[in-house]
């Protein structure tokens, strides 16, 4: 090996360093490139190093120990001594055999130092896609020999690290196929959550619920995209287009719907300013009791008109209401005034039912008519009485007329003559049915007929009755 090689070796070396590179010394291994923390798949417990060894604890291989596998020569060649091969790795002149030695035992302990990197990032969770590279230029470097040391053993290790990187890439994939799985479950459910909203009719949607959910599961959607492993194209486009047109339709539907609720509210706006327009006419009117059934047809109206939205429907009420409130706010307080002046009316009033009770019960029903026809002319000079009174003091001196009512129905039932001559009438007839009975009676007794007896006896007894009950009747006539 000449010198010029020895120097550009010697370059790359410093270069390597300088870079960050894991060109190691004797006493220490440089760190390899930054490694993404991911967690070691599950498949791959037993096979990756329970225990990864840092480079830097990486043991020098002792130059005499290793100088059964070279020989140097007089001129500085070093020659790798691989089983039954020799190989050539380069010249070190000008410089005693053992440091020629070193040189090409640290490349050695450079490869070693990779290796347990390479396998410290395996137990670190590495991307394959890294290691597999790693891993090439490893075989690579290792195939050509530009070292001394054990090779067999070096191959050996090599070989058991693609072994190793073997079962990882495997463990990752079906890890990759579980997340992926996962994945499109988490899709799935967000598609079939939209779609459900989607396809609810709008008078049965839960507007603001639903708004706020749909946004959710969007965001949902963003977030599982950016962070979650990434799924077949298809897959992926399929999902969305259907997660799009849900939200479509959503969006749709709630445009209409709130549409024709504004159209309605507009509407029901209308109709309710014109009533509030006609409230208002009638607000400062003077003619109560006409007016009060205009503001019930009014509040019918009210009632049946359709509803705008709750602020603007509770804006509306309170100026209807408003103009109510004026009209029948006037009114009581003319009521009031109006009751305070029919006060002494009421008293009035109550000394004449006073001096009707006086009166019952009506037994001359003619005395009876009189005074209660002076009552009544009383009663009518007194005027009016408060509102509140007056069907309690009509009731009281209507039942004054309803006694007299039936004391003269009672006194025309006892001196009416077509009662009477009914009566008596009746009363003939009945005795001269006993008489009748009684000649029965007597013959029956005369021929012995107890049946007969029987018959005439208890026929004679009834009309015998009747007859107590019209004489009672007639003396009430009298």
């Known amino acids: 090996m000449s010198t010029d090689q020895h120097q550009t070796d010697d370059q790359q070396t410093a270069g390597a360093e300088a870079a960050g590179s894991s060109v190691p ?6 760190p390899g490139p930054a490694v993404p923390t991911r967690s070691v798949p599950s498949a791959l417990a037993s096979t990756a190093p329970s225990a990864p060894v840092p480079p830097s604890s990486v043991e020098p291989t002792d130059v005499a120990e290793a100088a059964r596998f070279a020989r140097v020569s007089e001129d500085g060649h070093v020659t790798l001594l691989d089983g039954d091969e020799e190989h050539l790795v380069g010249q070190v002149p000008d410089a005693p055999s053992e440091e020629a030695l070193a040189y090409f035992v640290r490349k050695y302990d450079d490869v070693r130092a990779q290796m347990a990197l390479f396998e410290q990032r395996i137990a670190a969770g590495a991307p394959s896609q890294e290691l597999t590279k790693t891993l090439a230029q490893l075989t690579e470097t290792v195939a050509a020999r530009q070292m001394v040391g054990d090779m067999a053993a070096l191959r ?13 890439r495997t463990a990752e994939a079906e890890a ?18 939209a779609e459900t909203y989607a396809s609810t009719p709008a008078e049965r949607m839960p507007w603001k619920e639903a708004s706020r959910r749909m946004t959710e599961l969007f965001e949902h959607w963003k977030a599982a995209q950016k962070s979650g492993p990434r799924l077949a194209k298809s897959t992926e486009d399929a999902l969305w287009k259907r997660f799009r047109t849900a939200r479509t339709t959503f969006d749709k539907t709630r445009r209409a719907h709130f549409s024709k609720l504004d159209a309605r509210s507009a509407e029901a706006k209308q109709v309710k300013e014109r009533l509030i327009a006609r409230a208002e006419e009638l607000q400062n009117s003077t003619d109560w009791g006409v007016t009060a059934g205009k503001y019930r047809d009014l509040m019918a109206e009210w009632k049946a008109a359709p509803r705008a939205s709750r602020k603007e429907d509770d804006a509306l009420w309170a100026r209807f209401r408003a103009a109510q409130d004026v009209f029948f706010s006037a009114r009581k307080q003319a009521n009031a005034q109006i009751d305070r002046e029919f006060a002494a009316n009421l008293k009035v009033k109550e000394q004449i039912l006073a001096d009707g009770q006086k009166l019952l019960p009506f037994t001359d029903v003619t005395a009876g008519r009189r005074a209660l026809n002076e009552l009544r002319g009383r009663w009518a000079e007194a005027g009016k009485v408060p509102r509140g009174d007056i069907r309690r003091m009509e009731d009281r001196f209507r039942r004054l007329e309803d006694a007299l009512k039936e004391a003269e129905q009672e006194h025309w039932r006892r001196t009416d ?15 001269e049915t006993i008489a009748g009975l009684e000649a029965d009676l007597e013959a029956a007794r005369a021929k012995g007929d107890e049946k007969k007896i029987a018959a005439a006896q208890e026929a004679l007894e009834a009309r015998l009755q009747w007859k107590k009950t019209l004489e009672a009747s007639a003396s009430e006539l009298r």
């Open 25 to 30: 010394t004797p006493g220490q291994v440089a």
């Open 176 to 193: 990759r196929q579980a997340a992926q799985a996962e994945q499109l479950a988490a899709r799935e459910a967000i598609v079939a959550e």
């Open 156 to 168: 050996a290790r090599l070989a058991a690290a693609e072994t190793l990187l073997g079962d990882y």
């Open 417 to 431: 003559p077509e009662t009477k001559a009914r009566t008596n009438s009746a009363l003939t007839q009945l005795e």
